[in-house]
């Protein structure tokens, strides 16, 4: 638990990029943890599982998002508390939950509000018995791009469900959760307001004020093909085949070249052929790191 918390805040408190396409539909799926409160009919009791969500944002702060989780545990019991002399009952639990609700996004961080339903089944001795209850989730987490499409998440969440499975009132359960996984995007094209600190050697954003009308132009050198911006050449294809298909991507934008600032396709090719040495720098706002060097020499 420790470890997942660690690894959480670290994330959190570490990173500082913020995504500037907004993607329309984002899909999680990793492992889960759970701390679960027992009612005091034992210590609370740790459980391993997984988590899945899908989210679609509607702009650039809010989402709708719908969470499926599942744990697993087998724990033993004490029944001398309830008849002495009875001794241990093996327990095994198996909890899977169902909610949905927005979520508001701060990228790269969020938090979300969800409610929904919490089915427990447990079974002992050859029997089992489940029940369904309310339940909801309360928390945040942060979502981290690593490259085109894909992204890291780490997330943490009060749990909390009403059960009593041995019959009777329902207790509520005040539980824990942490989950770690990755995040497949789809679609794109929504602005955010965001920037890249830490990259000064970066060009900054285009502005509205200075931006210039996309004319598409061509880089054969590189095989790639894009229009030219304020920061610099920006892609938007790379040849099939082509020997730096495996270094540029859609949506980089190469800004520098042997020291000498480029703009076009054009540019581009002027650049390598004036020198022998090669090296691109390319910045890229959905990847980490965000500033990259390239060598094509």
């Given at each position: 638990?420790?470890?997942?918390l660690?690894?959480?805040?670290?994330?959190?408190?570490?990173t500082?990029?913020?995504?500037?396409?907004?993607?329309?539909?984002?899909?999680?799926?990793?492992y889960?943890?759970?701390?679960?409160?027992t009612?005091?009919?034992?210590?609370?009791?740790?459980?391993?599982?997984?988590?899945t969500s899908?989210s679609?944002?509607?702009?650039?702060?809010?989402?709708?998002?719908?969470?499926?989780?599942?744990y697993?545990?087998?724990?033993g019991?004490?029944l001398?508390?309830?008849?002495?002399g009875?001794?241990t009952?093996t327990?095994k639990?198996?909890?899977?939950?169902?909610?949905a609700?927005p979520?508001l996004?701060?990228?790269?961080?969020?938090?979300?509000?969800?409610?929904?339903?919490?089915?427990?089944t447990?079974?002992?001795?050859?029997?089992?018995?489940?029940?369904n209850?309310?339940?909801?989730?309360?928390?945040?987490g942060?979502?981290?791009p690593?490259?085109?499409?894909l992204a890291?998440?780490?997330s943490a969440?009060?749990?909390?469900?009403?059960?009593?499975?041995?019959g009777?009132?329902?207790?509520?359960?005040?539980?824990?959760?942490?989950?770690v996984?990755?995040?497949?995007t789809f679609?794109g094209?929504?602005k955010t307001n965001?920037?890249v600190p830490?990259t000064?050697?970066?060009?900054?954003a285009?502005?509205?004020?200075t931006a210039?009308?996309a004319?598409?132009?061509e880089?054969?050198?590189?095989?790639?093909?894009g229009?030219?911006?304020?920061?610099?050449?920006?892609?938007t294809?790379v040849?099939?085949?082509?020997?730096t298909a495996?270094?540029?991507?859609?949506?980089?934008v190469?800004?520098?070249?042997?020291g000498?600032r480029v703009?076009s396709?054009?540019d581009?090719?002027?650049?390598i052929?004036?020198?022998?040495?090669?090296t691109?720098?390319?910045k890229?706002?959905?990847t980490?790191?965000?500033?990259?060097e390239v060598?094509?020499?």
């Open positions: 638990m420790r470890v997942i660690t690894i959480l805040t670290m994330v959190v408190c570490a500082s990029v913020w995504c500037r396409d907004l993607p329309k539909a984002e899909v999680f799926a990793g889960s943890y759970l701390n679960i409160d009612n005091k009919l034992t210590s609370r009791q740790n459980a391993n599982g997984w988590e899908v679609g944002n509607f702009n650039k702060w809010l989402a709708a998002e719908f969470d499926l989780s599942g697993y545990k087998s724990y019991v004490d001398n508390q309830v008849l002495p009875a001794g009952l327990l639990v198996t909890d899977f939950s169902y909610l609700g979520r996004n701060f990228r790269p961080l969020f938090v979300h509000a969800l409610l929904g339903g919490d089915r427990l447990g079974s002992a001795l050859g029997f089992s018995a489940s029940q209850s309310f339940a909801g989730a309360f928390g945040g942060a979502v981290i690593v490259g085109h499409g890291f998440r780490a969440d009060y749990v909390f469900s009403r059960h009593n499975i041995f009777g009132s329902p207790f509520t359960q005040n539980n824990f959760r942490a989950s996984g990755v995040v497949f679609g094209g929504r965001g920037s830490g000064q050697a970066a060009p900054t285009q502005t509205a004020t210039q009308p004319v598409k132009s880089s054969t050198s590189l095989g790639v093909v229009y030219a911006t304020d920061e610099g050449f920006k892609i294809s040849r099939d085949g082509s020997p495996q270094i540029f991507m859609r949506g980089d190469i800004w520098e070249i042997d000498k703009r396709g054009q581009v090719d002027s650049a052929a004036a020198n022998q040495e090669g691109i720098k390319v890229n706002e959905n980490i790191p965000s500033v990259r060598k094509l020499r």
